[in-house]
């Protein structure tokens, strides 16, 4: 079983940055895929970016060049480095971990964009 958290959201202006934690509990965190998705108002949940257990990244078209995955296993932690944030960026943003037969997901943290 692992549980996550999710902190960093917030409002912030066109143009601006927020890092995004989520901090994992239970066992074998480094075996688990990472995920950030998130979901605006009226849309369906979309992924944002993976990063594997063997290190591998992938990113939505959409945020390419902007934003930024990374963990530390050692902190059970991932974090979403967001640059040049931009309106369509504001979602609820949610941390998943998954491997082979499960899958786990934090509440979700928000994030505005707006000026």
């Known amino acids: 079983q692992v549980q996550l958290v999710e902190s960093g959201g917030g409002l912030v202006q066109p143009g601006g940055s927020l890092r995004l934690s989520c901090a994992a509990s239970?066992?074998?965190?480094?075996?688990?895929?990472m995920a950030w998705y998130r979901q605006a108002p009226g849309k369906q949940r979309e992924l944002v970016a993976t990063f594997t257990s063997g290190g591998t990244t992938n990113y939505a078209d959409s945020v390419k060049g902007r934003f930024t995955v990374s963990r530390d296993n050692a902190k059970k932690t991932v974090y979403l480095q967001m640059n040049s944030l931009k309106p369509e960026d504001t979602a609820v943003y949610y941390c998943n971990a998954g491997r082979l037969g499960e899958t786990y997901w934090g509440q979700g943290t928000r994030v505005t964009v707006s000026s």
């Open positions: 239970g066992r074998g965190f480094s075996t688990y895929t």
